[in-house]
């Protein structure tokens, strides 16, 4: 009976069809932005696309990989060490019995901002992985010995990060070396509109904020609770909601260079949901709602869509690849439409549970969002939108095949949003300094 029980399980599950899902128990997907990666839920749309239609160009736009921390929040999580570490405590016990043999992860401040390469979250291999699994989707695109552009914002983190992709791409050193032109973008004002980091080159950007300061009240909560508990639990500590906060922080970029931690142990699963919704808020405010968003987006988007138009043809290249951090990657999505989704601003005051805003499930370390241009049968182009290997429909605009745009209308779409305004005149850039992003067509004539 149980051999049949369980033959019979294995059947539904070949089939496709489970009554389990522990998903929403995955710590990564709560980590706020600032741990591994971790495939988007999406809406359970499909990869597959109907039989007379085809991929003919892909873009792909991706965050740099797991990294270690930035000096400053290195120095936050050296602080609450160092705390735990002091402290006189009568006993070891509860959550944090660990901190009696704990011992720091970063190895040396050489380390910091820089990509992680140890552990199954390895920052280099999971772009490297993520360039193989590109070729072995879209390798049908790519003409046999042909050179080929990764194109790179200009920290070193970044430049790591493309250039694994691009042997992860090609599979070998020798083809690598032959055939990948990794271009750095720098991230300087003086790139103007020629840029992949587009916040730097736009001076009014930075004297707008669209934050609320009650934001602060919200933290204060799930802090505070989180710190009441482990005190309980393991004494001696004197733990304030400070140091929970830095703990919730260290547990994730630990994450990234260990690939386990005891830290992330020791927390509750509640102050991780809670700590995801204040880096969400954060980060929904200031950047994805910033007033400057849209525009700031709009150089990439208006460069991809030009791509798609010209088609692979008249450019002789069909693959885009492009490198950069998490917050271009959240003014893309907002001149590409897609944060649409999240219909109603979130709350300043308790966690908006059905919110579709979520930071891990946009912009973990590694993140990349990919356009496919479609063709179908007819010779119609479309658009169709991936997050973190998750097919995200632009809203409103879902009549092409597997969900995907026309390309004529998501023009028309963007074009109306955009009213005339160009980056160049929004963002007070210079008239000595490039007015338009011209790097995907000149950069093998330079």
């Not at 090609?170 to 509109?193: N, T």
């Not at 692979?312 to 492009?322: A, H």
Request: charged content about 20%.
């Amino acid at each position: 009976m149980v051999s049949v029980l369980s033959s019979f399980i294995s059947v539904l599950n070949a089939v496709g069809y489970w009554q389990h899902s522990n998903d929403q128990y995955n710590l990564l997907k709560h980590c706020g932005g600032m741990g591994p990666y971790v495939e988007g839920t999406g809406f359970g749309l499909s990869h597959e696309l109907p039989a007379n239609t085809t991929v003919d160009q892909v873009y792909v736009f991706s965050r740099h990989g797991e990294r270690f921390p930035t000096v400053s929040v290195a120095e936050e999580l050296r602080a609450v060490y160092n705390k735990l570490k002091a402290a006189q405590v009568e006993e070891y016990k509860g959550p944090l019995a660990f901190v009696r043999d704990w011992e720091f992860y970063i190895p040396n401040d050489d380390c910091l901002e820089m990509e992680t390469n140890t552990s199954r979250f390895s920052g280099l291999l999971d772009m490297e992985n993520f360039g193989r699994a590109v070729r072995r989707k879209y390798g049908y695109l790519y003409k046999d010995e042909t050179e080929l552009p990764f194109f790179s914002a200009g920290q070193q983190r970044v430049v790591d990060s493309a250039t694994s992709f691009a042997k992860g791409f090609f599979g070998s050193e020798s083809e690598f070396d032959r055939l990948a032109h990794i271009h750095v973008i720098p991230e300087k004002a003086k790139q103007g509109a020629n840029t992949l980091t587009s916040g730097r080159s736009c001076k009014p950007y930075n004297k707008h904020s669209n934050y609320d300061s009650g934001l602060k009240e919200f933290e204060t909560q799930y802090l505070s609770q989180e710190a009441d508990r482990l005190n309980s639990l393991s004494p001696g500590f004197d733990l304030n909601a400070q140091d929970v906060q830095r703990l919730l922080a260290y547990c994730p970029f630990e994450l990234n260079y260990r690939g386990h931690s005891e830290v992330c142990q020791a927390l509750s699963f509640d102050s991780f949901v809670g700590h995801e919704y204040s880096r969400d808020l954060e980060l929904y405010y200031t950047k994805a709602l910033h007033p400057f968003s849209f525009i700031l987006g709009s150089l990439y988007v208006n460069a991809t869509l030009t791509l798609f138009e010209q088609g692979s043809d008249q450019l002789n290249q069909s693959l885009w690849f492009s490198f950069s951090h998490d917050t271009d990657l959240l003014y893309f999505m907002n001149a590409l439409g897609i944060l649409d989704h999240q219909a109603t601003d979130l709350s300043l005051h308790h966690i908006d549970f059905a919110r579709w805003f979520r930071t891990s499930e946009l912009i973990p370390m590694g993140a990349r969002i990919v356009l496919e241009r479609i063709k179908d049968s007819t010779g119609q182009v479309y658009v169709r939108v991936l997050v973190n290997d998750a097919v995200i429909p632009i809203p409103k605009c879902t009549e092409g095949p597997g969900y995907s745009c026309p390309l004529a209308e998501l023009r028309k779409i963007f074009d109306s949003r955009l009213d005339g305004d160009t980056f160049a005149s929004k963002c007070h850039v210079k008239s000595r300094r490039p007015w338009h992003l011209s790097f995907y067509w000149d950069w093998n004539t330079k």
